[in-house]
């Protein structure tokens, strides 16, 4: 039941922009867009979520279409360190509980 | 601090064996999370507790056996489980809705 659809992967170089597609059509209004990236074999590490609008903290920055279908996250310096695959997720009410339905994710190369 | 622990690091356990999975967290967060990770796929929930209470479980066959024993910690019981239950096991805890996950333990079932 994959909300997101995210390309299976990416390459970019170091010190340049990386800018992840996610579309996310079937979105609803108080769903939230959550991204996420795992280093191999490690967890998760959460790095940055919205509803409507755009948002930046030191790590990235999101993109939000105004129709919410589609976001975009945004590393402004890629480095090696970034290399790892990026999930893009849609938190829904489940239960009464908040429920991550990740995407398929996005495998980033960085080279130098 | 956003850490969330997880022990053993590895596990090789054969299929009569018993065998149990800890979470910890000092964050004060009163949602714990189990997920379950194949090779090359995303995480699946398995379990979510709250206020030390399970409240979701996703349809997960009983040779898995969550237990919160107090607001920081969170154990996995495994019992009598199958080769294709390799994976790599991940716990997660979040205050509200941000969740912070562990850096999991590698499960292999001979």
């Known amino acids: 039941d994959a909300k997101t659809t995210q390309p299976p992967s990416m390459d970019c170089a170091e010190g340049r922009a990386a800018n992840l597609p996610c579309n996310h059509s079937?979105?609803?209004?108080?769903?939230?867009v959550y991204w996420y990236r795992q280093i191999h074999s490690q967890g998760p590490q959460y790095i940055i979520h919205?509803?409507?609008n755009n948002e930046t903290n030191e790590m990235a920055s999101l993109i939000i279409t105004e129709d919410r279908k589609s976001s975009t996250l945004i590393l402004p310096h890629a480095t090696l360190r970034d290399t790892a695959v990026y999930y893009c997720?849609?938190?829904?009410?489940?239960?009464?509980?908040?429920?991550?339905?990740f995407g398929a994710g996005t495998r980033l190369a960085v080279h130098p | 601090d956003t850490e969330v622990t997880q022990t053993p690091k590895h596990l090789v356990m054969g299929m009569t064996n018993k065998k149990s999975l800890k979470c910890e967290q000092h964050?004060?967060?009163?949602?714990m999370y189990w997920y379950k990770q194949k090779a090359k796929k995303p995480p699946e929930l398995m379990f979510v507790?709250?206020?030390?209470?399970?409240?979701i479980n996703e349809s997960v066959p009983s040779r898995f056996s969550p237990e919160c024993p107090n607001s920081s910690l969170l154990n996995l019981h495994l019992h009598a489980l199958q080769p294709e239950d390799s994976a790599l096991y991940l716990c997660?805890?979040?205050?509200?809705?941000?969740?912070?996950f562990g850096p999991g333990t590698r499960l292999t079932v001979l």
């Open positions: 997660a805890s979040s205050l509200s809705v941000t969740q912070y």
């Open positions: 079937t979105i609803s209004g108080n769903e939230y």
């Open positions: 919205g509803l409507k």
């Open positions: 997720i849609v938190r829904v009410l489940y239960g009464g509980y908040n429920k991550l339905i």
């Open positions: 964050m004060g967060h009163r949602a």
């Open positions: 507790y709250s206020y030390e209470k399970l409240s």
